[in-house]
């Protein structure tokens, strides 16, 4: 799997954090705590289910500053541009599909330490689904008539 996929997931889910928080009139400092653990935590959480350590954004430090850099610019772009409230669902759709590619891509890396019940998440189908699903429950308004 390229690495951008992961890293392009980070920047993602930082810049949906900060696109959720525009309205709560939250300081940058917030919106940056907001956004690292919008963008770290589910794949920290996936590495521990995994049993892999150290976690992928401590072996990789480059994705802690993709994830700040993200959300910074976000941050001052939402201050001076009207960001449309659908963007968000977009965001978390992408992120969703992203780390979803990514997490199954990892699964599949090592799955020579999980059980085989637990390979059936490997497949390339299974991928597919999970993002066809992921994008649709996120982006619910694209089938709406209004």
Do not use: N
């Amino acid at each position: 799997m390229p690495a951008w996929i992961e890293y392009f997931a980070v920047a993602v889910c930082a810049i949906s954090a900060v696109l959720a928080a525009e309205g709560k009139r939250m300081d940058l400092f917030g919106v940056m705590v907001l956004a690292l653990v919008t963008a770290v935590g589910g794949g920290t959480i996936r590495d521990l289910c995994l049993g892999v350590r150290p976690v992928f954004w401590i072996e990789q430090p480059q994705a802690v500053w993709t994830a700040l850099i993200a959300a910074a610019v976000t941050f001052v772009e939402a201050r001076f541009v009207h960001v449309p409230a659908r963007m968000l669902d977009v965001a978390d759709a992408f992120g969703l599909a992203l780390f979803g590619i990514a997490g199954t891509e990892k699964h599949s890396r090592l799955a020579h330490r999980a059980s085989w019940r637990s390979c059936w998440a490997s497949s390339p189908v299974w991928r597919v689904v999970f993002c066809v699903m992921c994008f649709v429950a996120s982006c619910r308004w694209c089938f709406s008539l209004t």
